[in-house]
T-cell receptor, first 114, second 111 residues
């Protein structure tokens, strides 16, 4: 079974630029999550999708971050414009509907904003 | 608001001995607790979990203990192996939503 795929693995941009990350969850997983992990901290949930609907985006900085999961499968997370404090690893995870306790994580995208 | 705390950033143990990783939480509404393991350049992988209605769950060399009155859980690894060297995250959730993670503990198992 293929795992959660993410791309790119690394990205370096200047502040005020925009960036997008892509995630393809495990086949059949209805729930998809985006997390931000700042160095030295645990992952912080940004947004949770159930199929193509948003379940929780309470911690998503909506003035600059956006995410979509149009067909209920893969998802993109966008930052526009980026700030220095957005430097982090962005993790995508997926789980079977109704069992989101056990989440399967992708390798993450390491973003550096200079 | 740091609802899940792992106060030890690192732990070093000898191969074959017991590793004990600790986690404290503040939200009494958490109903499910998990431990994830993370190797460098990889995403976290699920290790073991426990429901709030239990006080112990065991899976091979890994045992998680939950003390609800103290809002404390711990992960025991017996015996520890060099391949267990990784960062371990404690996580907690309320009704399947909004999982909160601790900052992680880096475990080093020395041969």
């Amino acid at each position: 079974e293929a795992g959660v795929a993410q791309s790119p693995r690394y990205k370096i941009i200047e502040k005020r630029q925009s960036v997008a990350f892509w995630c393809n969850p495990i086949s059949g997983h209805a729930t998809l999550y985006w997390y931000q992990q700042i160095l030295g901290q645990g992952p912080k949930l940004l947004i949770q999708f159930q199929n193509n609907g948003v379940v929780d985006d309470s911690q998503l900085p909506k003035d600059r971050f956006s995410a979509e999961r149009l067909k209920g499968v893969d998802s993109t997370l966008k930052i526009q414009p980026a700030k220095l404090e957005d430097s982090a690893v962005y993790l995508c995870a997926s789980s079977l509907a109704g069992n989101s306790y056990e989440q399967y994580f992708g390798p993450g995208t390491r973003l550096t904003v200079t | 608001d740091q609802q899940v705390k792992q106060n030890s950033p690192s732990l070093s143990v000898q191969e074959g001995r017991i590793s004990i990783l600790n986690c404290d939480y503040t939200n009494s509404m958490f109903d499910y607790f998990l431990w994830y393991k993370k190797y460098p350049a990889e995403g976290p992988t699920f290790l073991i979990s426990i429901s709030s209605i239990k006080d112990k769950n065991e899976d091979g060399r890994f045992t998680v203990f939950l003390n609800k009155s103290a809002k404390h859980l711990s992960l025991h690894i017996v015996p520890s192996q060099p391949g267990d060297s990784a960062v371990y995250f404690c996580a907690a959730s309320v009704f399947n939503n909004d999982m909160r993670f601790g900052a992680g503990t880096r475990l080093t198992v020395k041969p």
